[in-house]
């Protein structure tokens, strides 16, 4: 299944797909609502879409394209995209990156390589562009903010994590208390924990390392 609102390029997928062994191309759409009435109708292995289509032509393509991963899940899809929209690629990916795949047009140099990514995803596997990827995990170190914390705050951290009090900490780091509220305060100022009257900040922060 190919969609996309650009004929000359949706045509040029199919004439491309339809010479391949291996590969039938059952279906096209132009916008994104024949996108998901067809994927209904023909059930393909694969949806390339484009992730910018009718009727908005924002995010059109790639709202229908998490809708399939949703509810049409024997059916793996292969968004293209103008940029990388790290929040889309996040979206997509979700909690597994199988059957998914998500590449830059003006990347698309190599047709062979785009004919292996699309038998890739189809199969179940995935294809995701290098810049993708890249950016994809700058995210997510950006996003981590225990990845701004010393060895020694991790240290207090886990050590809070057990249950541990400052003075507790301190005997077992071997250290003086002080130098533990020190760490403590940081910990608090990285993870982005003010002073609140309705919140423990330790509870908190003790939360968000077990969560990463």
């Given amino acids: 299944m190919v969609a996309d609102d650009s004929v000359l390029l949706r045509e040029g997928i199919v004439r491309l797909l339809d010479e391949q062994d291996g590969f039938e191309v059952v279906a096209q759409a132009g916008d994104a609502e024949e996108l998901l009435r067809k994927v209904g109708a023909h059930k393909p292995d694969v949806a390339v879409v484009d992730i910018r289509m009718p009727p908005t032509n924002t995010d059109d393509g790639l709202r229908a394209a998490l809708e399939i991963r949703s509810s049409q899940p024997a059916t793996s899809v292969l968004v293209l995209s103008q940029y990388v929209e790290e929040g889309y690629a996040l979206d997509l990916v979700g909690d597994a990156a199988g059957g998914v795949g998500y590449l830059l047009k003006d990347r698309v140099a190599d047709l062979e390589r785009f004919v292996d990514a699309v038998k890739r995803v189809a199969e179940g ?88």
């Fill in 125 to 212: 596997g995935s294809a995701l562009d290098p810049e993708v990827v890249a950016q994809l995990v700058g995210r997510a170190r950006r996003d981590d903010p225990l990845e701004d914390l010393t060895p020694r705050e991790r240290e207090v951290l886990e050590q809070m994590a057990e249950g541990r009090s400052n003075h507790a900490i301190a005997d077992q780091l071997v250290v003086t208390e002080r130098a533990v509220e020190k760490h403590v305060t940081s910990i608090f100022g990285k993870l982005n924990l003010p002073p609140a009257p309705e919140d423990h900040r330790r509870v908190l922060a003790v939360l968000r390392f077990l969560r990463s």
